[in-house]
């Protein structure tokens, strides 16, 4: 998968939309609710790269392993890599 960077509020919720999640680990049928869940209700960066054959695209496998999520001061990052489980980290600096 070609590594992909996004700016744009909207266009991020469109695309985490349609990013799912199997396999070992973190599992979601919705990335943008756990983005939501997570504190971020408006994206402001998304970068993905990587390529996991547990992840789908608007259904299609493979999607991206890897998501880093900002909004502001909050980062939401999914990591996930064939054969390994996937997991998830929050971090919000002062």
Known sequence: MQPIEINDPTK???FLSKIAL??????TECLLMDAYDA????PD?????GEDP???YEGK???WAKYHMR???RVFMVYG??????????????
Request: net charge neutral; charged share 35%.
């Open 54 to 56: 547990d992840a789908s």
């Open 81 to 94: 890599d064939k054969g390994k489980d996937r997991r998830t980290h929050f971090s919000e600096t002062p």
């Open 71 to 73: 909004q502001g001061k």
């Open 61 to 63: 496998s493979p999607a």
């Open 45 to 49: 960066y998304l970068k993905a790269e």
């Open 12 to 14: 991020i919720e469109q």
């Open 39 to 42: 504190g971020l209700d408006y």
């Open 22 to 27: 199997a396999g070992k680990g973190f599992t």
